[in-house]
Every structure is written in C-alpha cells, then in structure tokens.
C-alpha cells in the first residue's frame, strides 16, 4: 500500500527565503506525482505536475524534482512571500490492480512572516 | 468559468439524520471525484466517476456512503444514516481527462459537522 510522507507539518520562514518542501513515497512505482497548494477554508489548486519518466518541473518561483528510485519529491520556493503562506500536499499515482490511485500527503503548513 | 460548484457550504446535523452533499463539476469535464479530509486521515479518495458511471468506490467507507451521478453536470454524495465520525470536509473534483493521475479540479468543499 502506498504512503505518502511529508516532513515537517508545519514550517515558518521570514519574507525572502529559498526553501525547500519535501515528500516520501513508499512503492517507487508511481505513474506521476503532483503538488497542490491549498488555502485555509478553499480546495486544492494543482501547481505542478511530474511525470515518473521527468525529473523536474518549474513554473515561476516554484520548482519540483522527482528521484523515484529513491521515493521523494521535492518543491523549492525562491524567494518566498507572505503571499506563499498555505498547506502544500504532494500527491502521488500509481496502479493498484485495475484501478489507478491517487495517494495524498498530510501537507505542510507554510508560514511566510512579513 | 466558474469552476467546480459544491453545496452546502457548511451543513451541520445531528447523529442519525441523512446528509446530502451536492456537486456541479465543471462543463466538459469527464471524470467525478469526491474526496474527504480530516486531520486524522488526511486527503482520502472514496469514489470517481468517468463519463458518469463509477469506476472505483473501494474508498467509500461503510455502506452508510452513497454517491450518484445522474448526468453530466450534477452528482450527490449521501451518508444515511451520519454519525459524528463522519465530520470532515468533503471535496469533489473534476477533470477533462478519465485518470485519477490527470489534472483535477478542486470545489471549495463541504465542511460537515455531525453532532
């Protein structure tokens, strides 16, 4: 059964810091991983997609790596924002059987302090 | 567009009553999730559609959960009867695409608070 890990719950970081979010996955036979940003009392925005066959993908100030051999994931922010403040899940694919599954982290927490 | 439409917003009831979420996916799209998230447990699949009909309730938790998708535009998530265990929020997704893995969607979601 897959799990998806993300360490820490929570973080808080000053205005203008490059940081980094990580994932763990259990069972390397993923078909894509995704991270979502997530505001409080709103749903789940996709930021960034990855292929299992990639590793990396990069969309503004974000950027997410990939390593399936070793299952983890990570999402660098550059130069963060107060704006950057919400829950980042990463989420995970792969088959089970017949059907194709879709395995979420906790998330983490971010705080941005102006 | 306006996205992915989920009512209530917030519905709060008592032990034993039926509960009914509702969901307007958005035009076009192929494929239905319902999603529920607790502290607890997370972000937990419990069931898709793709082209109306479902493909994978394994997640759905006891009989007690039911979902529809009459049409296209529409779909209901029930719980009869709800018990407090059943609290969470109550997401439900859609994508242009028939996978789990492709770009879903998010409504705002339900929040569900059963006394």
């Known amino acids: 059964k897959q799990e998806v890990t993300q360490i820490p719950a929570a973080l808080s970081v000053p205005e203008g810091e490059n940081l980094v979010l990580n994932c763990s996955f259990t069972d390397s036979a993923i078909y894509n991983l995704q991270w979502f940003r997530q505001d409080p009392g709103k749903g789940l925005t996709s930021l960034l997609l990855?292929?299992?066959?990639?590793r990396e993908q990069t969309s503004g100030r974000l950027n997410a790596s990939l390593d399936k051999s070793s299952g983890r994931s990570t999402l660098y922010i550059a130069a963060s924002q107060p704006g950057d403040s919400a829950t980042y899940l990463c989420a995970v694919s792969s088959l089970t059987g017949a059907n194709s599954k879709l395995t979420f982290g906790k998330g983490i927490t971010l705080s941005v302090r102006p | 567009d306006a996205g992915v439409i989920q009512s209530p917003r917030h519905e709060v009831t008592e032990m034993g009553q039926e509960v009914t979420l509702r969901c307007k996916p958005i035009?076009?799209?192929?494929?239905l999730f319902w999603y529920r998230q607790t502290m607890m447990r997370g972000l937990e699949l419990l069931i898709y559609f793709n082209n109306n009909v479902p493909i994978d309730d394994s997640g759905m938790p006891e009989d007690r959960f039911s979902a529809k998708m009459p049409n296209a535009s529409f779909s209901t998530l029930k719980i009869q009867p709800s018990e407090p265990r059943d609290s969470a929020v109550y997401f439900c997704a859609s994508s242009l695409a028939s996978e789990v893995w492709d770009e879903q969607f998010f409504g705002p979601g339900t929040r569900l608070t059963v006394l």
């Open positions: 990855i292929q299992s066959s990639q």
């Open positions: 035009s076009g799209h192929n494929s």
